[in-house]
Structure formats: structure tokens, C-alpha cells
């Protein structure tokens, strides 16, 4: 078997988590205040920041608009890379899913300060290992598979 899907299957999920960020970022009202923060904090240099962040607001919000569709259109393009190199899509759908939960949680907490509780990652390992345990067992089916081929062409 070829893990050559793996890859392109673990950044399809990071750029579904990013997108996911971008898209938030776009409506956020935290953004605006991180906008004001930045402008704020270089306003000791006049020449530097317009006093007014209504066009600083709007340049990243469009800004992050067009990272979602980038994020997205990345996402899909290696997705489909990672199911045409896979044996099976359950393992890329598995991967990506697995690398865009934790992902998300990630940025979530360290962007928007999400709470990540211990219950939190204990539901994420159970989903995790039920996921792997699916795989696993396709896995071993799909290797029962060709044994089974192997031995009728042995005949």
C-alpha cells in the first residue's frame, strides 16, 4: 500500500481549517478590533496609519474573503490528488477530517481564544480512534482481498 495520498491528504485538511478562519476573520467583529489594535499600535507613526481604519478594516476583510476561496480551492485540489494516489477514499476522508479537527481546534484557541477543555480533546481522541479503527479494518479487508486474488491466480 502507498502512503503517498498522505500528505496532500494532511494539507487538504489544513487549508480546510484555514478557510474556516479566513471565513470567520471575514465576519468577525474581533477583526475589527485586531484592525484597531494594529492601527493603534503603529499610530505613534503619523505618516504611517490614517487615523480612520474604515479602509484598513475593509482591505482585510476582502483580504480574508479571497483566502477562503484560495483555502478552499487548495483544499479540493489536493483532496482529489490525495484520492486519486489513496487505495481507498475512506483513508483520505479519515485523514483530512482528523488533521482539519485538530487543526481547527488549534487556531481556534490560539486566534479566537476558544476554550479547548479536557473534555473537548477527549471527545476529539475518541472520534480520532474510532476513525483509525475503521481504517484499520478496511485496511485488513482490503489485504484479505487480494490474498484471496492472489490465491485464485495461484490455481
Known sequence: MSS???????????????????????????????????????SQYDWLVPMDTTLPLYTVRVTCFLLVF???SLMWTL???????????????????ATNLSTSAIL???VFQEPLSLRWWIGASFMLTGTILISKGQKKQQE?????RDSKKDR
Not at 80 to 91: F, G
Open 79 to 97: 483532496f482529489t490528488k490525495a484520492l486519486n494516489k489513496a487505495p481507498s477514499s475512506l483513508q483520505v476522508s479519515i485523514v483530512n477530517g
Open 144 to 148: 484479505q482481498k487480494e490474498t484471496a
Open 70 to 72: 484560495a483555502c478552499n
Open 4 to 42: 503517498s495520498f498522505f500528505v496532500p491528504a494532511v494539507f487538504s485538511g489544513i487549508f480546510a481549517a484555514l478557510s474556516s478562519v479566513f471565513a470567520k476573520l471575514f465576519t468577525d467583529d474581533r477583526t475589527a478590533a485586531y484592525v484597531s489594535l494594529v492601527a493603534h499600535y503603529y
Open 108 to 110: 481556534g484557541h490560539l
